[in-house]
């Protein structure tokens, strides 16, 4: 006889967190600290999203294995159109590589520290290792559509960011979500809007500075808590048996 | 010419007095996306445009832009006019569209 175990779960998530290599984000937002938060607010998944860049999530990934919290690799993306865009992955691997081709697509403008703020990267260890030059907050010499390819091509999942609000967002932007592409899955701010019926709507911190974390109680359906897991539930959407808890 | 002569010829509502008006405009921009700005700004542009986010101050910062002109009358938070003052970035306003006002900076001779 053979038996199949069944894992569904929840697990508590903030899918939307800045290190201190995003400028706007806090110098204190260092991946250990952010996963030992995680760890200390309960949550049992983050992941890390920096703007167009991958380079502390090694010591994410690091800093999530000790602590006992699932990191999920994720990069942030500014398209040509100045919308962004979560890219998640399930290795770190394919995070680094999609921040390789965006290391050639951004404008080789330097940043100013003092007007937006520092670009810290750290080694696994979360040790300061040196300032990232290029300002990392200009848009890609990518179209939504490339990104959304290239995404998938590595073999991760597009996710638009935070579509109802802000000044990066896709809804704000282009007034209505591209027609050609499959994205089950979208971040909101606030209330679920009713464009957005259909899909799965997630909601993050989008955290510059460790308080602004989830706490626990924000939870997505998987079928394990790995980023395998998550990755799938972000596949599913809003077909049967995925559903955020807690909007 | 200087931000003051902009002022005087468009009829423009100064919101950072404390910015003073005498940069020199070199040239003329219209965008309102501040990465595309952030990629082809350069020193002594006149920015017109409708986007009023913080981040407006920190762009024209990063290229010492003579000014930022807003169109069509939008409202500018007083947190983004005291970074304004902070960074010493004029502030402008008018109530006519981004098309009319980068038409008349033309006829004015700025011509970059």
């Given amino acids: 006889m053979s038996w199949v175990l069944k894992t569904d779960m929840n697990a508590s998530v903030d899918l939307h967190i800045h290190s201190c290599l995003s400028p706007c984000a806090s110098d204190e937002m260092t991946p250990w600290n952010i996963v030992g938060m995680a760890m200390l607010k309960g949550l049992d998944a983050v992941a890390v999203c920096d703007h167009n860049s991958a380079l502390n999530l090694p010591a994410a990934i690091k800093a999530g294995k000790e602590y006992g919290v699932c990191v999920v690799p994720g990069i942030e993306v500014t398209s040509r159109e100045d919308v962004h865009l979560l890219c998640y992955f399930e290795a770190l691997e394919q995070a680094l590589e999609l921040g390789e081709v965006l290391n050639t697509k951004q404008p080789n403008i330097k940043n100013k520290p003092s007007l937006f703020g520092e670009q810290i990267i750290v080694n696994e260890d979360d040790e300061p290792v040196g300032n990232f030059e290029r300002l990392l907050l200009t848009a890609c010499d990518l179209s939504l559509e490339d990104i959304y390819t290239i995404t998938n091509e590595i073999g991760g999942i597009m996710v638009p960011a935070h579509v109802n609000k802000g000044a990066n967002s896709l809804m704000i932007v282009l007034g209505m979500m591209p027609q050609d592409l499959d994205i089950p899955t979208v971040e909101i701010f606030g209330i679920r809007p009713h464009s957005m019926l259909g899909r799965l709507c997630l909601t993050s911190s989008d955290a510059h500075q460790l308080p602004d974390i989830l706490e626990k109680g924000y939870q997505l359906e998987v079928d394990e808590i790995s980023t395998k897991g998550i990755i799938a539930a972000l596949r599913r959407g809003e077909k049967a048996g995925t559903a955020a808890k807690g909007q | ?112």
Wanted: with cysteine.
């Fill in chain 2, 1 to 112: 010419m200087r931000t003051r002569e902009l002022v005087e010829k468009l009829d423009l509502e100064v919101l950072v007095p404390k910015a003073g008006l005498d940069a020199e405009v070199t040239g003329g921009y219209v965008c309102d996306l501040l990465s595309w700005v952030m990629a082809k700004g350069t020193e002594g542009m006149a920015w017109i445009t409708i986007q009023t986010h913080i981040n407006v101050i920190a762009v024209a910062s990063l290229h010492d832009f003579s000014c930022v002109i807003v169109a069509e009358s939008c409202e500018v938070a007083k947190d983004v006019l005291d970074k304004a003052a902070e960074e010493g970035i004029q502030v402008l306003r008018s109530p006519l569209s981004s098309y009319k006002l980068s038409g008349m900076l033309y006829e004015l001779g700025i011509k970059n």
